[in-house]
């Protein structure tokens, strides 16, 4: 394992359904950022977790987004009731609790979402 | 909340030559970070370089150096002897000191084409 891994790395579905994403992050980190980016637009935080805990959540994430670290290790992203405005793609990033100085992030290569 | 401007979506370069991409930020803090990181086409966004407030020194990286202008709330990138493989989404991004606070926030990003 030498990176964060994501899960499915496309996934099309129709409008109302609902998409899980599976992120694994490196093993020995902490810390798991959920990111969203749209076309030709920087990445937008969603959340972050720190082992289990899930310390913030940005106010993009509406009721129907959920993200889960059940154990600390690999999180999933669920929206529920997809609508056509959710397609992205859904960035996931780890990074070491406790580094000094300005810690790096390392990202997964991404899960598109595509909702018609 | 702090913000992060790229105004420039596209830019082109000379192979060989050497380009500066350019970064505004807004903030009420007096430390914290800030960082370029580059997305390739279809692949995972990595970290190219990285700068603390605190520190005067502008942060080099073999080819990547930065231009920190605190008091302008700026943060340039400067790419000297491009390359191919240089060719990519930028993104600039700020992060603030402490570990409440963890989260990147990023700019839209910039579009850099070498011309071989």
């Known amino acids: 394992d030498t990176g964060v891994s994501q899960d499915p790395r496309h996934k099309i579905t129709k409008r109302g359904q609902n998409v899980t994403f599976r992120c694994d992050p490196i093993s020995e980190h902490n810390r798991l950022y959920w990111y969203r980016q749209t076309l030709g637009q920087g990445p937008e935080f969603l959340t972050y977790?720190?082992?289990?805990?899930?310390?913030?959540k940005s106010r993009l994430l509406s009721d129907r987004f959920s993200a889960e670290r059940p154990k600390g290790s690999f999180s999933t992203l669920e929206i529920q009731r997809t609508e056509q405005g959710d397609s992205a793609m859904y960035l996931c990033?780890?990074?070491?609790?406790?580094?000094?100085?300005?810690?790096?992030?390392?990202f997964g290569e991404g899960s598109r979402l595509t909702v018609l | 909340a702090q913000t992060v401007t790229q105004s420039q979506p596209e830019m082109s370069v000379q192979e060989a030559e050497t380009v500066t991409l350019s970064c505004t930020y807004d903030t009420s803090e007096s430390d914290y970070y800030l960082f370029w990181y580059k997305q390739p086409p279809s692949r995972q966004m990595i970290l190219v370089i990285r700068?603390?407030?605190?520190?005067?020194q502008n942060a080099t990286e073999n080819r990547f150096s930065v231009n920190f202008q605190k008091a302008a709330k700026s943060f340039s990138l400067k790419i000297s002897d491009s390359q191919l493989g240089d060719a990519a989404m930028y993104f600039c991004a700020y992060r603030s000191v402490g570990g409440a606070n963890s989260k990147l926030t990023f700019g839209k990003g910039i579009t850099l084409s070498v011309r071989p």
């Open positions: 977790f720190q082992n289990e805990a899930q310390l913030e």
């Open positions: 700068q603390e407030a605190y520190k005067q």
């Open positions: 990033a780890s990074s070491p609790f406790g580094t000094l100085g300005p810690g790096e992030l390392f």
